[in-house]
């Protein structure tokens, strides 16, 4: 299986460059032909990909999206390259259209283009979704929920206590309540404090979460909690629902386990108590989930879905896009105008850092 996955950038171990570079490793891992297509490349992620014996091509005049069976773009990269028939094109291919945000020029939807070309929209949340579908998105939309990296399918190595002894919180503040409460239980427990999601990530989050019988945090941390099975307490200084149960979770989950689902708050004595007597209920909820429900937090799991999707016929695409050359034209200036701009500027960057 030949895969292209195109980016405007794949320099920084973070954020949508980490989402492309995982789903090449995975690719990769799964035995297919995987070529990665950047405006701009740069270290760290150059040597990842050079470790996995992964090219970046970085001319898009070198490559023909259509010769390839899965095509993955994000960042507007897709106007660069020429999709006219051609006798090495494959018969038939899945094209598809990650947004990762939902405000933003590289995460708009709606293109005249990217409607003829693409099969499919790849969307962070049901927000990034919705606002696809509102700038004028004609694809089906399949949600991958902000998933995350890292072996979730592994088999628990224990059975959860009947009370938190072992805990992670991520991100919590020395001076909030939250971490006061933590203070007040005392020897009843054992905290491991991690600054932000990534640390948690790069320590390895399934090994570290699939011994942990709590985890404490927001956002993307409630999301490795999730795919680990392992109670979560969703809550900063604002508030926050407590353990994730039955009634509260599709509200925390529309804002993003925020904790902005609730303006309740409690004080760090409350909060101690809840830790403790509310243990059973969240343990009881995350063990309960079906495993489909889970399994959408893991992006193993995600990425396995594209690879198996089915593929279209090249012949209509193309039929489609010739129907639009105007359109194609103008958008390929656009792409053209964001490409040489990027490059400009970090160009510059490089140059004033040396």
């Given at each position: 299986m030949?895969?292209?996955?195109?980016?405007?950038?794949?320099?920084?171990?973070?954020?949508?460059?980490?989402?492309?570079?995982?789903?090449?490793?995975?690719?990769?891992?799964?035995g297919?032909d995987?070529?990665v297509?950047?405006?701009?490349?740069?270290?760290?992620?150059?040597?990842?990909?050079?470790?996995?014996?992964?090219?970046?091509?970085?001319?898009?005049?070198?490559?023909?999206?259509?010769?390839?069976?899965?095509?993955y773009?994000?960042?507007?990269?897709?106007?660069?390259?020429?999709?006219?028939?051609h006798?090495?094109?494959?018969?038939?291919?899945?094209?598809?259209?990650?947004k990762?945000?939902?405000?933003?020029?590289?995460?708009?939807?709606?293109?005249?283009?990217?409607?003829?070309?693409?099969?499919?929209?790849?969307?962070?949340?049901?927000?990034?979704?919705?606002?696809?579908?509102?700038?004028?998105?004609?694809l089906?939309?399949?949600?991958?929920?902000?998933?995350?990296?890292?072996?979730?399918?592994?088999?628990?190595?224990?059975?959860?206590?009947?009370?938190?002894?072992?805990?992670?919180?991520?991100?919590?503040?020395?001076?909030?309540?939250l971490?006061?409460?933590?203070?007040?239980?005392?020897d009843?427990?054992?905290v491991?404090?991690?600054?932000?999601?990534?640390?948690?990530?790069?320590?390895?989050a399934?090994a570290?979460?699939?011994n942990?019988?709590?985890?404490?945090?927001?956002?993307?941390?409630?999301?490795?909690?999730?795919?680990?099975?392992?109670?979560?307490?969703?809550?900063?200084?604002?508030?926050?629902?407590?353990?994730?149960?039955d009634?509260?979770?599709?509200?925390?989950?529309?804002?993003?386990?925020?904790?902005?689902?609730?303006?309740?708050?409690?004080?760090?004595?409350?909060?101690?108590?809840?830790?403790?007597?509310?243990?059973?209920?969240?343990?009881?909820?995350?063990?309960?989930?079906p495993?489909?429900?889970?399994?959408?937090?893991?992006?193993?799991?995600?990425?396995?879905?594209?690879?198996?999707?089915?593929?279209?016929?090249?012949?209509?695409?193309q039929?489609?896009?010739?129907?639009i050359?105007?359109a194609?034209?103008r958008?390929?200036?656009?792409?053209?105008?964001?490409?040489?701009t990027?490059?400009?500027?970090?160009?510059l960057?490089?140059?004033?850092?040396?």
């Open positions: 030949r895969i292209l996955l195109g980016t405007n950038q794949l320099q920084k171990d973070a954020g949508a460059e980490v989402l492309l570079a995982e789903f090449a490793l995975h690719c990769r891992k799964a297919a995987v070529v297509y950047a405006n701009w490349d740069g270290f760290p992620m150059t040597g990842k990909m050079q470790k996995a014996r992964i090219p970046i091509v970085t001319e898009p005049g070198a490559i023909r999206p259509l010769d390839f069976d899965l095509v773009f994000q960042h507007q990269v897709a106007g660069l390259f020429d999709y006219t028939p006798p090495e094109n494959a018969e038939r291919s899945l094209v598809v259209f990650a990762l945000a939902s405000e933003g020029f590289m995460e708009s939807s709606g293109w005249e283009l990217e409607n003829a070309l693409g099969d499919l929209i790849f969307a962070r949340s049901p927000e990034t979704a919705a606002v696809a579908a509102a700038q004028g998105s004609t089906p939309i399949h949600m991958f929920y902000n998933a995350v990296a890292g072996d979730f399918d592994e088999p628990r190595p224990r059975a959860l206590p009947s009370s938190p002894r072992r805990i992670i919180a991520v991100a919590c503040h020395p001076e909030s309540d971490n006061k409460a933590l203070q007040l239980l005392g009843q427990v054992q491991q404090h991690f600054g932000r999601t990534s640390d948690l990530a790069k320590a390895g399934a570290q979460l699939l942990a019988d709590l985890v404490i945090g927001l956002g993307q941390t409630v999301h490795y909690a999730l795919a680990a099975r392992t109670p979560v307490y969703v809550h900063n200084q604002y508030g926050g629902p407590g353990y994730l149960n009634e509260n979770f599709e509200a925390a989950e529309k804002a993003s386990f925020s904790g902005r689902c609730t303006s309740q708050t409690r004080s760090a004595q409350a909060i101690a108590a809840d830790l403790m007597t509310g243990y059973e209920e969240g343990r009881r909820f995350v063990t309960s989930l495993s489909d429900f889970v399994g959408r937090y893991s992006l193993s799991r995600q990425f396995d879905r594209l690879l198996h999707a089915p593929r279209a016929s090249n012949a209509d695409r039929e489609r896009l010739a129907r050359q105007g194609i034209s958008e390929r200036n656009l792409a053209e105008y964001v490409r040489s990027y490059r400009k500027i970090q160009m960057t490089r140059m004033t850092k040396a």
